[in-house]
């Protein structure tokens, strides 16, 4: 996965997202006014989205992009350990940070996306890979925090998502975007594979277009990161639901569910999830994207069975855990 590396442009700033002074005392998870404090060195965005378990009161909480570093001793959980930083993002898109002096491997923890839920069925779950990276001083890393493809209809998706999400079909479920670590931006021809960690997103969960009974029971779910969606159900009369999408993989992309919701493109690709016809969930984005689920089929103009849940996206490296957290991208390093 990993490319050479070049010379890259020595960069003045650890993080250049925002204009929050350094050296802010906050107070950690409720132990306000008891003495234990972290230090927040941050230029970041103040949005008071927590790290992890890392939750921090008053006005200093660890949003996209804040550094905290440990003050005093603290009880386990509040803070980073003595003599590390801890960088977290939570917002989607692209981030950048520069390798301090002296820093020569990064812990890298990302936490792809899940699935868009529809109905009654369960959007896949992303994918959370925890590895350490080696890294050299000034190198510039992307943190892509990938998103969710959501309220989807025959126009697309009012929210597309980040990173690799797949549209869902009309009235169907979008893919969760993968969140990864790269040494390219986004945008320039290899970027994809300049990638060094990706937590895969889950599959977006099917829907039937209209009409049946007992709803709930008619959806495919969405497949976890690296696991194939579900199959739509039974819809009155007993005809098939359309399969659910296969995973992407470690080499390839996950081909979409049956029958196939011609002409749009269902299978997953390097870095893509499927983006699959009406009524059937879009796939993960990842390493290698997820299919997107097999179309529903149509009994009559008002009633069709259950679309397929689209496959999730690959983790890159492939040993990961699922989780529901919201996506992020967390690097710890040592100075």
């Known amino acids: ?9 020595t960069a003045t700033a650890l993080l250049a997202l925002g204009t929050l002074g350094l050296g802010t ?9 008891h003495g234990h404090t972290c230090v927040i060195n941050t230029m970041g965005d103040h949005n008071h989205n927590a790290c992890g378990n890392n939750t921090f009161g008053d006005n200093a909480t660890t949003g996209s992009g804040h550094v905290v570093r440990l003050g005093t001793t603290l009880p386990q959980n509040d803070c980073t350990p003595p003599g590390s930083q801890t960088v977290c993002y939570t ?7 520069t390798v301090p002096d002296g820093v020569n491997t990064v812990t890298v923890t990302a936490i792809g996306a899940p699935g868009e839920s529809i109905g009654g069925a369960s959007g896949g779950r992303g994918g959370r890979v925890i590895t350490s990276v080696p890294v050299f001083a000034g190198e510039i890393l992307y943190i892509e925090v990938g998103a969710t493809a959501t ?55 099917g829907t039937p277009r209209s009409g049946c009974s007992n ?9 976890d990161a690296g696991k194939p969606g579900t199959q739509g159900g039974l819809c009155d009369n007993g005809v ?4 659910g999408g296969n995973p992407g993989t470690a080499t390839s992309g996950g081909v979409g569910g049956n029958p196939p919701p011609s002409p749009f493109t269902y299978d997953g690709s390097l870095g893509q999830g499927g983006n699959p016809g009406p009524g059937a969930g879009g796939g993960g984005g990842g390493l ?9 089929q149509q009994i009559t103009d008002r009633i069709s069975s259950g679309g397929g849940g689209g496959g999730g996206g690959s983790s890159f490296p492939t040993a990961q855990t699922l989780t529901t957290a919201p996506p992020s991208v967390t690097i710890t390093y040592s100075l």
């Open 91 to 97: 917002t989607p898109g692209e981030h950048i940070l």
């Open 151 to 205: 309220d989807c209809d025959p126009s697309g998706c009012s929210n597309p998502g980040y990173n690799g999400a797949g549209q869902g079909g009309a009235f169907a479920g979008g893919g969760g975007g993968a969140s990864d670590v790269r040494t390219q931006s986004v945008g320039t021809p290899t970027t994809l594979s300049s990638r060094l960690v990706i937590a895969g997103g889950g599959g977006g969960a």
């Open 25 to 33: 005392t906050a107070y950690a998870d409720g132990h306000h006014g």
């Open 1 to 9: 996965m990993r490319e050479p590396r070049t010379a890259l442009a």
């Open 240 to 243: 098939q639901g359309g399969t």
């Open 288 to 296: 290698y994207g997820g299919g997107g689920g097999g179309a529903p």
């Open 215 to 223: 709803p709930t029971t008619l959806n495919g779910a969405g497949g």
